[in-house]
Nanobody, 122 residues
Framework: QVQLVESGGGSVQAGGSLRLSCAAS????????MAWFRQAPGKEREGVAG???????YYADSVKGRFTISLDNAKKTLYLQMNSLKPEDTGMYYC????????????????WGQGTQVTVSS
């Protein structure tokens, strides 16, 4: 059974940094994609960044230049380095995984973590 466990969330002031981690277990695929999504209260879940074992990455326009996604394939751990955080980055951050190439829609992912809260104050 696939499990995704996020960690690293917290509260920071605007301009600060956080590093999120997502540890995957029970995942036996060699070709897969993992991604970070976030959801603010009253808003839809949106894609933040994604990466595939094939080396493809994507970033939402709102985080380009500030966030960096990386994947340790051997450890099956996904990371999201978030710098220059803004209040609008506040939300619950979810890790997701799917077999196959990179994807950007939440509906494309079958495995989800429970989420980790990120709060950025001004």
């Amino acid at each position: 059974q696939v499990q995704l466990v996020e960690s690293g969330g917290g509260s920071v002031q605007a301009g600060g940094s956080l590093r999120l981690s997502c540890a995957a277990s029970g995942y036996t695929y060699n070709y897969y994609c993992m991604a970070w999504f976030r959801q603010a209260p009253g808003k839809e879940r949106e894609g933040v960044a994604g990466i595939s074992t094939g080396g493809s990455t994507y970033y939402a326009d709102s985080v380009k230049g500030r966030f960096t996604i990386s994947l340790d394939n051997a450890k099956k751990t996904l990371y999201l380095q978030m710098n220059s955080l803004k209040p609008e980055d506040t939300g619950m951050y979810y890790c997701a995984a799917r077999r196959g190439p990179i994807a950007t829609r939440a509906s494309d992912f079958g495995y989800w973590g429970q989420g980790t809260q990120v709060t950025v104050s001004s």
